[in-house]
């Protein structure tokens, strides 16, 4: 078959190739969607208790508000898929989609004489830069299109997930019950997923959001005398948060107005600027703190052996924060979760074994361990790029958490963390429309390494969790440095109180006319 020409391809059709594909839309971009519908992990990585962990104004396109945004609700995941639905439906941008189409190869066939510490060109030239081969899930044929410019909008999770590595002849493959992945449980439905933890004993090794609220669907499916507990393999502890009040003050008022930022540090603060965070350092231990003792107060920590070594800080400048569900610890206390602690285990032919020599008994085991998003961008990219998606300290380096300097004609949506990711992808979406509008130029690639430098090493030192990529502590300071970028005013709020002390949402970055 012949190449199929075009100037813009997205690849992912979840939140940030839906707002790629709407903010780029004058070139008529070609999405490819590996499933056969919009949504991403909503959609595929979901279980049937899934809910967003913000607030509905928390989560929303800056030009297409919730319809019930002052709900105080947490949506579910069915409500984010429709509103995500909603959105693509009133901008027209389901036309651009290829569904049913994965990609399975790249080829770079552009300038490979690129200067890498002058100057980026126009990204659009009117030459192809890169080749991408997409197999249709139906028919599986091989199609190859030719672009100017790629937009990666696979994103960080789903796909492919984390197994984790296990001794010789201690993996799976010895266990006699059955071994899963979130992500293949998320596949189940609801009388599915009950019947496959039901009278079990059930291990779900993980202690993040995803195997919290696992947990609690286990504790429900077991409910009654005939009912068996369900046992967390804890790892790693971090802080959660059972609602955003502490002490009766709202949570944003800590972490996400800009007053509150202005304690923690951010890239081009200067050296005054540098010397005055030092000095409100004590502050901000302060902040964190004041929270941590609330949580303390709240929840049962210590009872369970729950409460981290670590301060809250640290989680959420790694955007690791949960919303536990309301009866998390209600089941805990009725003896329907447990909780094991561990740093190394593997399997046994009848359930898993732990580094203090114990053993626990076990039907089914879940692995809530995460994904790789890292692989399913090298999986696709050749070399030498493939090579330069991922530093050795395991962090993808992106200017503006978008583009890769040293990787020519292509953006990265969807990889760069904060408190709301739709928020972070729509903005970093209309900051690349402009760029591709030739609305401004980016720095020499020097330069934007230097910027990448800055910001990787302020996250290292605010928090040991480092590798996720998260803005959180300077998210307001990353969005005025677009802002500026941009040419748009970077103080968004109508007089200062306002922008000195209420958060910061979507809305507030609706498009200047």
Request: glycine share 6%; charged share 25%.
């Amino acid at each position: 078959m012949a190449i199929i020409r075009s100037k813009i391809g997205i690849i992912g059709g979840g939140i940030s190739g839906i707002a790629a594909a709407k903010q780029l839309a004058k070139y008529d971009p070609i999405v490819f969607e590996a499933t056969d519908c919009i949504g991403g992990v909503w959609k595929h990585c979901s279980y049937r208790s899934t809910k967003l962990q913000t607030p509905r104004c928390d989560y929303e396109f800056s030009d297409f508000p919730w319809t019930q945004r002052d709900n105080t609700n947490f949506p579910t995941y069915e409500e984010i898929l429709d509103y995500l639905y909603s959105y693509a439906k009133h901008f027209d941008v389901l036309k651009f989609f290829n569904f049913n189409s994965k990609v399975v190869e790249i080829k770079f066939v552009g300038d490979r004489e690129m200067n890498y510490f002058g100057e980026y060109g126009s990204l659009l030239t009117g030459n192809p830069v890169w080749e991408v081969a997409v197999r249709n899930n139906q028919s599986q044929t091989i199609q190859w299109y030719a672009f100017d410019f790629v937009v990666m909008c696979t994103g960080k999770y789903g796909d492919i997930p984390n197994i984790p590595n296990f001794p010789e002849k201690k993996g799976p493959q010895v266990f006699n019950g059955q071994v899963l992945h979130t992500l293949d449980y998320s596949k189940l439905d609801q009388e599915a997923s009950t019947k496959l933890m039901k009278g079990k004993k059930v291990v779900v090794v993980g202690y993040k959001k995803s195997a919290i609220d696992l947990a609690v669907e286990c504790a429900e499916a077991n409910q009654g005398p005939e009912g068996q507990p369900c046992t967390m393999v804890v790892r790693t502890l971090h802080w959660t948060v059972p609602h955003y009040s502490i002490w009766g003050l709202p949570f944003y008022l800590f972490y996400s107005t800009r007053s509150s930022q202005f304690l923690h540090e951010r890239p081009n603060q200067g050296l005054f600027r540098t010397l005055l965070c030092h000095m409100l350092s004590p502050m901000r231990r302060a902040a964190s703190k004041l929270i941590e003792s609330y949580l303390e107060w709240k929840l049962p920590l210590e009872k369970y052996g729950l409460k981290p070594e670590h301060p809250f800080e640290e989680d959420y400048a790694s955007c690791q924060m949960a919303i536990l569900p309301e009866n998390f610890f209600t089941e805990a206390d009725k003896g329907k979760i447990m909780f094991k602690r561990t740093s190394k285990w593997w399997f046994w032919e009848g359930g898993v074994e732990f580094e203090d020599n114990t053993k626990l008994e076990a039907d089914v085991v879940i692995l809530a361990t995460g994904f790789d998003g890292k692989k399913k961008i090298k999986a696709i990219l050749p070399d030498p790029f493939r090579s330069l998606v991922e530093l050795p300290s395991g962090m993808i380096p992106l200017y503006r958490g978008t583009i890769h300097p040293l990787i020519p004609n292509m953006a990265f949506v969807g990889y760069l963390e904060s408190v709301s990711n739709l928020h972070s992808a729509e903005i970093r979406c209309i900051w690349l429309s402009r760029l591709v509008d030739d609305l401004f130029k980016l720095p020499s690639v020097e330069k934007m390494l230097e910027q990448i430098t800055q910001e990787m090493e302020i996250m290292k030192r605010t928090t040991r969790f480092y590798k996720r990529n998260c803005i959180s502590t300077f998210s307001i300071n990353h969005s005025d440095e677009i802002c500026q970028e941009m040419g748009w005013q970077f103080w968004r709020k109508t007089n200062w109180l306002a922008e000195a002390f209420t958060p910061y949402n979507s809305q507030d970055y609706a498009e200047e006319k």
